[in-house]
């Protein structure tokens, strides 16, 4: 499953159009978030985000090059993120479902029973969290544990 990722902010929706137009004419969709609210009150911008250029996770390395000659990314940038695609992520949020096969999980904090049991016991608070990873498909609660 493949999602939009942001690669490039604007202050005005009027400079992302330049980069979108190039990339659009490569092949590769785009979408501008919060360009029709910026376009209605410019000073909205600035408390928004401004404009996002984002475009499919999977587009990412083929328009590496032209966010390079637009002068959106440096020839560094553009080298470290080839190499963090090359690479294997061990992120635990960038696993996949035990149960379902599913990607799109995320990772839950959740206070630890006999924790948050004896911290009340005692009246002390402490922030004693296990992590868990949470599946959005499937609604399953796995721990980092069994993923590895």
Request: one cysteine or more; charged letters at 25%; a negative charge.
């Amino acid at each position: 499953m493949s999602k939009f990722i942001t690669v490039a902010t604007f202050t005005y929706p009027q400079e992302a159009y330049v980069i979108k137009s190039r990339l659009e004419a490569e092949g590769i969709p785009v979408f501008l978030k919060n360009e029709l609210t910026i376009q209605t009150d410019n000073f909205l911008s600035n408390a928004m985000g401004g404009v996002q250029l984002q475009i499919m996770e999977s587009d990412l390395e083929s328009s590496l090059p032209l966010l390079e000659e637009a002068g959106l990314i440096t020839d560094n940038e553009a080298k470290a993120t080839k190499e963090h695609l090359q690479k294997k992520t061990t992120d635990p949020a960038q696993s996949i479902c035990p149960n379902c096969g599913s990607d799109n999980i995320s990772i839950n904090k959740k206070p630890n029973s006999w924790w948050a049991a004896f911290l009340l016991l005692i009246g002390i608070p402490g922030p004693f969290y296990k992590k868990e990873l949470h599946c959005f498909d499937c609604h399953q609660d796995f721990e980092l544990d069994k993923e590895k």
